[in-house]
């Protein structure tokens, strides 16, 4: 009866001791992936702001170009170092 015990006693203390590591595995698991979502979050944050930007970038460049075009076709207007040619009929 007392082997008995004294087995049942070291399985026990083995299941706690495997418990235990298990749970600390976890928490180191738990905070490397908490400092991983927060690296991804700053790294779509950046992303987002880039997006933005070239959107922005985007809208302005269209502005320019429709600004050059009406100035070339309205008011006859050239780039320093371009030469225009005007066709008459």
Same mark, same amino acid.
């Given at each position: 009866?007392?082997?008995?015990?004294?087995?049942?006693?070291?399985?026990?203390?083995?299941?706690?001791?495997?418990?235990?590591?298990?749970?600390?595995?976890?928490?180191?698991?738990?905070?490397?992936?908490?400092?991983?979502?927060? &690296?991804?979050?700053? /790294?779509?944050? *950046?992303?987002?702001?880039?997006? +933005?930007?070239? !959107?922005?970038? %985007?809208?302005? &460049?269209?502005?320019? /170009?429709?600004? *050059?075009?009406?100035?070339?076709? +309205?008011?006859? !207007?050239?780039? %320093?170092?371009?030469?225009?040619?005007?066709?008459?009929?």
């Amino acid at each position: 009866m007392r082997k008995l015990r004294i087995i049942g006693n070291i399985i026990f203390f083995s299941l706690v001791v495997y418990f235990i590591g298990q749970s600390a595995r976890i928490f180191f698991n738990k905070r490397s992936m908490q400092n991983n979502l927060i &690296s991804t979050d700053k /790294e779509i944050k *950046e992303l987002n702001d880039k997006k +933005n930007r070239l !959107l922005s970038q %985007e809208k302005n &460049s269209d502005e320019d /170009e429709k600004t *050059e075009k009406f100035a070339r076709n +309205n008011l006859n !207007l050239k780039k %320093e170092g371009e030469e225009t040619y005007k066709i008459s009929e």
